[in-house]
């Protein structure tokens, strides 16, 4: 891959990365600097100019998902579902 050589693949979202981030500046930097094909972006991922697929999660999202009851996930769902960009304050509301 690092090399001038064509390598016959391109990059899918099986192969994705995930940036956690702390704040909602964080998430909005990594937005700005990461996200070149803005129709790819949905719930939180983006795709870069190299067309790696990352997913942008905030950790308190994460906490979230992992300790609310079921009425709060299916709230915070139904919230970040239509988002592109993961808006932690909205997300925070719903909870």
Not at 47 to 68: C, F, L, N
Request: proline content about 4%.
């Amino acid at each position: 891959m690092d090399s001038s050589a064509n390598h016959q693949f391109a990059f899918n979202e099986m192969q994705s990365l995930i940036a956690f981030c702390e704040t909602q500046d964080e998430i909005d930097d990594y937005w700005e600097k990461l996200s070149a094909v803005p129709e790819a972006e949905q719930c939180g991922w983006l795709v870069d100019r190299y067309g790696v697929s990352w997913q942008i999660v905030p950790w308190e999202m994460e906490e979230m998902m992992t300790t609310g009851t079921p009425e709060q996930l299916a709230r915070v769902t139904e919230a970040f579902l239509p988002m592109k960009k993961i808006d932690v304050a909205t997300l925070r509301n719903v909870y």
